[in-house]
């Protein structure tokens, strides 16, 4: 188990600014706000007490609330107490979400036409979702979302197409704040109803001692091959973003025992750093989980959740094939060892002291891939968690193994019942394994370490939730005036010349958005504006939106705002820049194989293709994925020339190219490549 007392007082470095450092009477009311936010959520997603849009506000409310107390001001501002004006911020941010559900049926009969009460409420709303978000996200969203909302208060004065009918103050407001597609929009009711529940899944693994099995068994596994220590990071990264969905995040928790222990073993500052971000960023297009993106696209599409994983396994396991590649190469390119195997910890071992911490992530998957909804499976996951950690605390007090056995079985039978039952035997099995767990030597600390949980998961959905919140602002002023067709049809005139030019295009704008705001706004944003122009040229509905999610994703390791470099820099002592551009290097395959999507529909299983159909693409991504790797490092089995590397660059994008006769000039010089490397290789004369 980790640390019971972890809890939230704790100052992270992350891209979400500093946090508060608080004790005494303000720890405790931000504790008990926090706990309060958590089992509220549960609550809702197990008996759905509330309408939707009532129980959207208040999941805002909570937000605002818990932002005001935790994030100063400024960045500058002291982090040891709260000042008074946030104490009056918090509340009144919640009361303002409160608002929504103490006027429920009134708003409801004078809906658009909002009464002046209404339009006081509403703007103060507007004003502090946009406060809390400069506060956690910095500058560059809430002002990309100020600039939408004044196109939507004065957009009327623009030229040409540009310009819309014009909306007067009332309508704007009434639009954001009250109905279902400003601030309790799509996004908002993704970040209540799902990404929550997961986000608390993962602190519960996370502080049940997830992150050292992951890292266990990833050094178990690979510590001991060639460059071992960097493919730890590789496998440990791409395992807790499976489950986590942040990469920042995850950086900033694997990236703690992976950066130090590559650069122990010889690779530099530099490229562990771009290795832990380009790795971590990847667990956000890793199945099963993924990131919160994922439930939001499920959501806009209308589709089940497991189709988007479908559509990401594959591309998914080339992003990783690549970064383990480019591993490989490096090390044999420096010649870097491995760990001596004596050092590295049993990964069986491992895994049946902690087994009981794989089977919550099993029975999601599970629940996923067989037709349940995200939060029906999310709550399952976390009552498997809750279940199996108070479990394990009593069993280890069990003496006797035939005690040990049946009581495993006990809990087993009571942990199913949620599944054909419902939700009532469940906390029935957790009520009394809390009881239980008061009265057993180490039971007390279990507890603690659930309470951390449910703390620090409401803590971890703070820029999550507030990032919808606020996007919520752009996708209501674009539903209201129309202006993502404008641009829709842009995109579409430039693609009646080249399909390509529109997803090179698509590509630049998620890069340059991604370069100052989270990966969830991105996509909400660009797949309202360019996605269904994709979709106009002929890409299928998935693929149109997880090119654009694949790019938002990028953008992370994009310089020069590139957020997972930056918290890879924190550790490695390196620059972020320099950081950034290695990852870009690393991470090619999530630039291709986008596009090779996008012409081949295959690689994202999407249009039912042919086992032989997806053979061969992906034969072909990753055959040009080793020629890349190749180029990029400037090794194979020996160093490269300048002409060779050159060669195989070409030979890799001839692979990639969708153009008549390019599969197979790129077979072909991939074979004269490859032959007059094995030959030069072996043939000291030649090298």
């Not at 771009?274 to 993924?290: C, D, F, K, L, R």
């Not at 605390?393 to 040990?404: C, P, Q, V």
């Not at 293709?609 to 180029?631: D, E, N």
Request: with cysteine; hydrophobic share 55%.
């Amino acid at each position: 188990m980790t640390n019971p007392d972890v809890t939230i007082d704790q100052e992270t470095f992350s891209e979400h600014g500093a946090q508060r450092r608080l004790g005494g009477v303000a720890l405790l009311i931000l504790t008990g706000i926090a706990l309060s936010f958590s089992i509220y959520q549960l609550a809702v997603a197990a008996f759905h007490p509330l309408s939707s849009l009532v129980m959207r506000a208040l999941h805002v409310g909570f937000l605002l609330a818990m932002t005001f107390i935790l994030f100063p001001i400024a960045r500058g501002g002291r982090l040891d107490r709260v000042a008074p004006l946030d104490w009056l911020l918090a509340g009144l941010g919640f009361a303002l979400a409160c608002y929504q559900w103490v006027f429920e049926v009134d708003l409801i009969m004078r809906a658009g036409d909002p009464s002046t009460l209404d339009l006081v409420v509403g703007t103060a709303l507007i004003a502090l979702v946009f406060e809390a978000a400069r506060r956690i996200l910095g500058l560059a969203l809430p002002t990309i979302c100020a600039l939408f909302l004044l196109y939507g208060l004065f957009g009327q004065h623009l030229p040409g197409d540009l310009a819309h009918r014009g909306y007067d103050f009332a309508q704007v407001v009434d639009q954001l704040a009250f109905g279902t597609e400003g601030i309790f929009g799509i996004p908002t009711m993704v970040s209540a109803m799902y990404i929550f529940l997961f986000v608390l899944f993962g602190a519960f693994l996370e502080h049940a001692g997830m992150i050292n099995l992951f890292n266990s068994v990833a050094l178990g596994f690979v510590g001991h091959a060639k460059g071992g220590a960097a493919k730890v990071s590789v496998v440990s990264s791409g395992l807790m973003g499976s489950i986590s969905g942040s990469g920042v995040a995850n950086v900033l928790t694997t990236g703690q025992f992976t950066i130090p222990l590559m650069k122990r073993f010889g690779y530099s500052g530099v490229f562990a750093g771009a290795v832990e971000a380009t790795a971590s960023m990847g667990g956000q297009i890793m199945p099963p989980v993924m990131g919160a993106v994922a439930f939001i696209m499920a959501e806009n599409l209308n589709v089940p959740y497991v189709e988007i994983v479908k559509a990401a396994l594959v591309p998914a396991i080339l992003y990783y094939v690549t970064v383990f590649w480019m591993v490989h190469l490096e090390a044999g390119r420096k010649n870097l060892d491995g760990m001596p195997k004596a050092d590295c910890p049993n990964p069986w071992q491992a895994m049946r002291e902690q087994w009981y911490l794989i089977l919550p992530l099993v029975g999601l998957v599970g629940m996923l891939f067989n037709g349940f909804t995200p939060m029906y499976s999310g709550m399952v996951g976390l009552a498997l968690c809750a279940i199996l950690i108070l479990g394990a605390a009593i069993a280890a007090r069990l003496s006797n193994t035939a005690f040990r056995f049946v009581f495993w079985i006990a809990v087993g039978l009571g942990a199913s019942l949620l599944v054909k039952w419902g939700v009532y035997p469940v906390l029935i099995v957790i009520g009394i394994l809390v009881v239980g767990c008061l009265f057993v030597q180490g039971g007390r600390e279990t507890l603690s370490v659930m309470r951390a949980s449910l703390v620090d998961g409401a803590r971890q959905a703070l820029p999550v939730g507030v990032a919808c919140a606020i996007v919520g602002i752009i996708i209501g002023i674009l539903t209201l005036t129309g202006a993502a067709t404008n641009f829709a049809g842009f995109i579409l005139k430039v693609g009646e010349d080249s399909l390509f030019l529109s997803l090179l295009l698509t590509m630049l704008i998620c890069l340059v958005l991604g370069m100052g705001i989270p990966t969830i706004p991105n996509y909400i944003i660009t797949s309202s504006i360019a996605a269904p122009a994709l979709l106009e040229l002929g890409v299928p509905l998935i693929v149109s939106h997880m090119f654009v999610f694949y790019f938002g994703i990028m953008a992370d390791l994009t310089p020069p705002v590139a957020l997972a470099a930056f918290a890879a820099s924190s550790i490695a002592k390196e620059p972020a820049m320099k950081i950034g551009i290695k990852a870009v290097q690393i991470a090619i395959a999530g630039f291709v194989v986008p596009f090779m999507a996008v012409y081949d529909n295959a690689l994202m299983l999407q249009g039912d293709p042919s086992v032989l159909a997806v053979a061969y693409i992906v034969g072909k991504a990753l055959l040009a994925i080793a020629l890349w790797g190749a180029a990029a490092i400037g090794y194979l089995r020996t160093p490269l020339q300048a002409w060779e590397r050159i060669w195989a660059a070409v030979a890799a994008f001839l692979l990639v190219a969708a153009l008549p006769l390019t599969d197979e000039l790129g077979f072909a010089a991939c074979s004269i490549f490859i032959g007059w490397h094995i030959v030069r290789s072996r043939s000291p004369k030649l090298a």
